[in-house]
């Protein structure tokens, strides 16, 4: 009997029971969609820190605080107060260096007239607009004018004015809005870029960072200083050049760890993309056992259905078949039943991880790396867990399988 | 057509050892109608399971249309099976699920022919058993005596060197009975060779040659001097000229 004669056959044998056949897949189905959505939904997620990470500047470098580390306590990164202007100052605009923007940030509550809202305040020097590449909807950005003078002006993003004015297109430029008190004067509006997640930089007020250590903190402390490279070949250029500028400033000894760290992007990205891919392995392992269980409920069911036609199985050989015939068919029963659940299932665990991407607000993305790897680990499931079943029905003696009630 | 020397069979159960078969030697020539008769525990399902090509002989030659078939290996048999011989059995044993005509070409299927010269050859063997109207039914929507038609309609269809028939009345009435017999007799009449075992005297009476199997050995064998003719009621005119 020729290879297309054997799968009409099986198909036949599949279509005769029809909702055993169905129960059967379902277990691969549900594996294989299992394993695409969750790969789809962690690829999604890495997508996503990635895009975030890029989009807080191109060839950034974060320079923050070390750690205080007193009688032995270690206090964690941040905790202690060591970077000043006089740092900021002192990284100079050069080959490597493109721009410096020094960062520090307070929540307070803002109003005008009868709206008002809680949001934070960035203060910050005109740098940050180079280096975040913020675009204004209205009005100009601050200038290096304003830091020196300690000027009262604010930048709002599109969020604070929806939040105050009840429209984010309302003119707002000119007015005078109040933060904790102070009366500041709104000079533009930046673009809505749509950013969520930590640091949206839609729902912020930028202001001089003199006017809000004065103002609004009363401390001269940074909590961060931004530097933007001016191309990913002088990252490292930059960070080293830093490094050393800053361990001058400091008067650090030779041999004394640095108070202070700098972060390239690039290292952020690695960390978190290695984070997300751990997870997404983890979701992966786990539906793909789910995709094993699948492939043994496929085995219970050919031993049963084995069995359950072993007269069949009988007349077949009585009239001529040979053991291999009897063997294809089965196994291609096994095969067909698991690359049908392997397609379904793709198609599930598809529109499953758009779902979940569309509930969950993310972007989830499909390989098709993990679409192959599940169909042919479905296929390749028919065959190992149809082999044993097969072998069984093929091996059968034709006058005891004639016999069988 | 068929030749047997010396044939033994030895079932082993634990340390006991069985003998179904201690030496039977028999000849079936070409055409000839043959109904092979016994007790049960005679022997004579061996004889048929053998003469079937479903198992082989402990001991002894079997030569059938030429070729030694005692000591051929599974596959090789389910071969011999497909092209020598034809199968009827007493449950008729269709596959449940599938129609007449499906049936019918199941061995040809395993024969590697064509579908639409099965399809043809498949018709025209229910036809010639007068049931060319029913070629689409399933076996569950047929009389008994219909599925036995269609399971004979399945043993003739691949032109089979004999046609082996295991108790084809026991699950009939007497009237179907005599139907399946008349069609035999036609085919016998067109040059099949046909084998029946059978317990029912009456029914070896249709044949032309008795064999009597007791304790593993053939007691008798005997030529029927005027055999009884089947009376047809329901068969079309029409058949496989062999």
């Known amino acids: ?58 060839n950034l470098l974060t320079i923050s605080p070390g750690q205080t580390n007193s009688g032995g306590v270690n206090g964690g990164s941040g905790s202690s107060n060591t970077l000043t202007m006089d740092d900021v100052a002192k990284i100079k605009i050069g080959t490597a260096v493109k721009a410096v923007a020094p960062i520090t940030s307070a929540t307070a509550q803002v109003v005008m007239g009868s709206g008002n809202t809680s949001t934070s305040i960035n203060g910050t020097t005109e740098g940050y607009e180079v280096i975040k590449n913020v675009a204004m909807a209205r009005g100009r950005y ?23 004015l009840g429209d984010a297109n309302a003119s707002i430029v000119g007015e005078i809005i109040k933060i904790n008190n102070v009366p500041f004067q709104v000079i533009g509006v930046t673009t809505a870029t749509g950013s969520t997640g930590f640091q949206s930089s839609d729902d912020m007020i930028t202001a001089p960072i003199t006017t809000v250590q004065a103002r609004l903190i009363g401390r001269k402390t940074v909590r961060s200083i931004l530097v933007s490279a001016s191309s990913e070949t002088f990252m490292q250029t930059a960070q080293d050049e830093i490094t050393a500028t800053l361990r001058k400033a400091h008067k650090i000894q ?6 202070f760290r700098v972060q390239n992007q690039a290292d952020m990205l690695a960390t978190m993309t290695s984070v997300t891919q751990t997870l997404t392995m983890l979701l992966g392992g786990i539906a793909g056992i789910s995709l094993l269980v699948g492939g043994i409920g496929i085995m219970n069911i050919m031993l049963v259905s084995v069995t359950e036609r072993t007269r069949e199985i ?63 680990f479905s296929a390749g499931i028919g065959i190992i867990f149809g082999v044993f079943p097969a072998r069984k029905a093929a091996a059968m003696d034709p006058i005891d399988a004639l016999r069988y009630e | 057509m068929i030749n047997l020397k010396g044939i033994k069979k030895i079932y082993a159960n634990g340390d006991i050892q069985v003998a179904a078969l201690s030496g039977v030697d028999l000849h079936v020539g070409a055409s000839e109608f043959v109904s092979i008769m016994g007790p049960s525990g005679s022997g004579k399902s061996s004889m048929m399971n053998i003469l079937g090509c479903l198992d082989t002989p402990t001991e002894g030659e079997y030569f059938l249309d030429g070729t030694d078939v005692a000591k051929a290996s599974g596959d090789d ?56 109207e029913r070629i689409h039914h399933r076996p569950k929507e047929l009389s008994g ?48 060779t046909i084998i ?22 053939i007691e008798g064998d005997e030529i029927v001097e005027n055999p009884r003719i089947a009376q047809a009621h329901v068969i079309e005119a029409g058949g496989v000229a062999k």
């Open chain 1, 1 to 58: 009997m020729n290879f297309l004669e054997s799968i009409r056959v099986s198909l036949r044998a599949l279509r005769a029971n029809k909702l055993r056949s169905a129960l059967t897949m379902l277990g691969i189905i549900i594996g294989v969609a299992a394993v695409i959505a969750m790969v789809g939904i962690g690829n999604g997620a890495t997508a996503s820190i990635t895009s975030q990470i890029q989009g807080m500047g191109s």
């Open chain 1, 142 to 164: 601050m200038t290096k004018n304003d830091v020196d003078t300690s000027a009262r002006v604010a930048v709002l993003g599109p969020t604070v004015v929806e939040n105050l």
């Open chain 1, 254 to 259: 030779d041999g004394k760890d640095n108070d």
């Open chain 1, 314 to 376: 009988g007349i077949r050989k009585a009239i001529g078949a040979k053991s291999t015939d009897i063997l294809l068919q089965f196994l291609i029963e096994a095969v067909v039943l698991s690359i049908l659940g392997g397609g379904i299932g793709i198609a599930l665990g598809y529109g499953g991880s758009s779902l979940a991407g569309k509930a969950l607000k993310m972007s989830t993305s499909i390989s098709m790396t993990s679409v192959f790897v599940a169909f042919g």
């Open chain 2, 77 to 132: 048999l389910a071969v011999i099976r497909n092209r020598k011989i034809g199968f009827i059995f007493q449950g008729f044993n269709l596959l449940a699920r599938t129609t007449a005509l499906e049936n019918v070409e199941l061995p040809m299927l395993y024969a590697g022919i064509g579908g639409k010269e099965r399809r043809e050859r498949a018709i025209s063997a229910l036809q010639s058993v007068g049931l060319g």
């Open chain 2, 145 to 192: 005596g219909q599925q036995q038609r269609v399971a004979i309609a399945r043993a003739l269809v691949t032109n089979p060197a004999i046609i082996l028939a295991d108790e084809p009345t026991g699950n009939l009435d007497s009237r179907s009975s005599e139907e399946v017999m008349a069609i035999f007799q036609r085919l016998h009449a067109l040059g099949n």
């Open chain 2, 196 to 217: 029946i075992v059978t317990h029912e005297p009456d029914i070896a009476e249709f044949t032309e040659r008795i064999v009597r199997f007791r304790d593993g050995h």
